[in-house]
């Protein structure tokens, strides 16, 4: 029988599907988790990443098994990016996808479903007009203390990165975008930073961690529901440039889910999760999902029953599923400081 996913059975870690797949290459997976402990998770996929033929593509966990996967969103002959699920109070999911040949003028796309991800509506822009893209860029919105929906947003334009936050007072109906939020470009070297991670932590007391080209995790807080935000500062996590993400647990504590590796276009292993129990101010417990040599990326993180649950890119040929509980994180930690 399938219990609750990051309970107290060991933790679960699989690919969700073979080599015997409809597709060449996939990336940048998201997860979320639906009633009865079903695990909805979605990718983009195709002959390879930015080729006219890549669409949104869809897996189901339930009972212990996953679905096929099956192409869910395809509005056009252009590449399609990066989607972000997201359940809404209302039991709907929500999709968030880019389209378009360059990163530089993606539109945001977005299409519901209110069947637990069987069927979905016609999709349609999140921002008539937008070109850059709007909306969450590659992790899921959050909904603050006064149901606030923010999505964590960036900007790639030429050879620089921006980040900025997207507001809705009105469950994702309309959409207002805050100022880019401030970044010296004298101490966050390289581009920039871009496809930053959201948690409250007290009521309208939101933060950030943020990829970026300096080598390390960069960060700001807001103290004001998200609409202004501090100067965009360093810390001590290692980055790659690469995808990271992060929720905040039942218990109060932070899950990261990131490649502890310093450098610009550094490599994509290991990845690893970490916990934090101080607002991110250190994380002392890590757990290595994979260590071998290849590619392991992108990972996307939600909070479960009793832990959390992740998917990540495996080698660019799968995506591959972990879920557990923080003491499987902790008994790791302890186990490594055990070693001689």
Request: hydrophobic share 35%.
């Amino acid at each position: 029988m399938f219990g609750e996913i990051g309970g107290s059975e060991p933790a679960i870690h699989e690919h969700i599907f073979s080599d015997e797949r409809p597709f060449a290459q996939c990336h940048a997976s998201t997860l979320v988790a639906l009633a009865d402990n079903v695990i909805l998770t979605a990718w983009f996929a195709g002959t390879e990443e930015g080729r006219d033929d890549v669409g949104i593509w869809l897996c189901k966990r339930s009972a212990q098994r996953w679905s096929k996967p099956r192409l869910i969103a395809k509005v056009c002959q252009e590449a399609h990016w990066n989607p972000v699920l997201f359940r809404a109070p209302d039991g709907r999911v929500h999709l968030f996808f880019k389209v378009g040949k360059i990163i530089d003028s993606w539109q945001t796309w977005t299409t519901i479903s209110d069947d637990q991800g069987t069927t979905w509506a016609e999709p349609r822009e999140l921002v008539s007009g937008d070109r850059g893209g709007r909306g969450p860029v590659k992790n899921k919105p959050i909904i603050l203390c006064d149901g606030t929906w923010l999505a964590p947003a960036s900007l790639e334009r030429g050879e620089l990165y921006d980040v900025f936050v997207d507001r809705s007072e009105d469950t994702g109906r309309t959409w207002q975008a805050t100022d880019l939020i401030p970044l010296d470009r004298s101490k966050v070297t390289g581009a920039g930073v871009i496809q930053p991670a959201l948690w409250e932590s007290a009521p309208g007391h939101v933060h950030m961690l943020m990829r970026s080209s300096s080598g390390s995790i960069c960060r700001s807080d807001s103290k004001d529901l998200g609409r202004t935000w501090s100067p965009i500062y360093q810390t001590e996590l290692p980055n790659n440039n690469s995808g990271i993400d992060l929720t905040k647990l039942r218990n109060g504590a932070l899950a990261l889910a990131y490649n502890p590796v310093s450098g610009d276009w550094a490599a994509r292993s290991p990845l690893s999760i970490a916990l934090s129990y101080d607002n991110g101010k250190s994380w002392p417990h890590q757990l290595s999902l994979e260590t071998d040599d290849g590619e392991f990326s992108y990972p996307a993180i939600i909070p479960t029953a009793e832990g959390m649950a992740v998917t990540y890119t495996w080698n660019r040929q799968r995506i591959a599923f972990w879920a557990g509980s923080p003491r499987d994180i902790e008994h790791q930690t302890n186990d490594n400081k055990k070693s001689p």
